[in-house]
């Protein structure tokens, strides 16, 4: 039977040819928590449009028409690692002569070029060196806080911390509280990929597992930090993976409250061990957008990626769930030497553009989503 000759499933605006998405539907409208079930069907729906407008209808409730980017600079200070995941194509052996390490100066100087753009925000990841000492990172972050008092520092992911925590051979607590001390005011939701232990044990091996992301996750919380977290989909894991995963964090987020954004990360193939597999298609970047809006009903953002998505495709989901884009960046190396064709980075100019043609409103926000106000030279941070 077409499509066209179903009946369909009216509740208020919403309509549906799916009839598997129909109590999925009607929980979304009366505000009530999703379950693996009902995860699951939004998954497996043919009716994406039905999905995204579930999503959109969230998104709008919590943020109306909102859009919120920010001006930032990644800094990826070293892509030497231990790991050797096979995600990855941004991770270099030491040795290698691709592989880099600034020395303190280089990455204030990288710093301070992104500063001249009034940069609120820098966004600081990068490989599991076997020899940099702890006491480099807490320099590196001293010396930001230094020079740039008023730029929030969003450093190191979980596996990061766990690693320095290992190395330094203290606890996770004590690790995380000498970062805050010098400096570090929150941090990204890299390395999460996918917790189910099946995928992990294939795509990053040599990473933490997932419970102790999780629970590194969770010491920061309970110190107070903020944090983002992130699932890598479109490799080898399968939807119960997906939910899985969203169930995990939403568990957490019942718990500590500490998350702020979630980002789904679409696998980018070119130059990993991995590179036979397929990149994601439009539909399944938009579909991940609006599942992950709706089961994660706990989690106060949802950021489209643009730098991972393309714009074109980020723009999109800012209907289908999403009410961030992420920032300017400036100069990114995860996703570009993993193929990406998107810009370096984008102007503040260029974002607002995005988010307005979309029939949204850009507000310029801080990390902890406070919204910026800007004079000719100068910013100001509504708190
Ligand atoms: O953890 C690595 C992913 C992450 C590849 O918190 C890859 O605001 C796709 O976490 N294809 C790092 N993904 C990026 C990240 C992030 C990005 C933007 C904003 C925030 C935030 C966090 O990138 C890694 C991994 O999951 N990644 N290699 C790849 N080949």
Redesign the pocket.
Known sequence: MGASARADFRTADFRTYDRRLEPVAGKVLAQERLDEADALALYASPDVLAVGWLANHVRERLHGDVTYFNVNRHINPTNVCVAACK????GRKKGDPAGYTMGLEEAWQTAASGYSEAVTEF?I?GGLHPDLPFEFFLDLVRGLKKRFPRVHIKAF?MVEIAYLARRAKLSVEQTLLKLREAGVDSM????A?IFAPRVRAIICDHKIHGEEWLETARTAHRLGFKS?A?M?YGHIENDPDRVDHLLKLRALQDETGGFQ?F?P????PQN?PLDHLPVTTGLTDIRQIAVSRLVLDNFPHI?A?WQ?LTPKIAQIALRFGADDL?GTVIEEK??HD?GATTPQGLTRRELCRLITEAGRVPVERDTLYHAVTRTEDSFVVAV
Do not use: Q, R, S
């Open positions: 995600l990855c194509a941004f966004h990841v992911t990204p939701g890299g390395g990929e983002n992130t890598l954004t980002i990360l679409a696998f980018h990993t950021k990626y991972m992420d995860i996703y993993a």
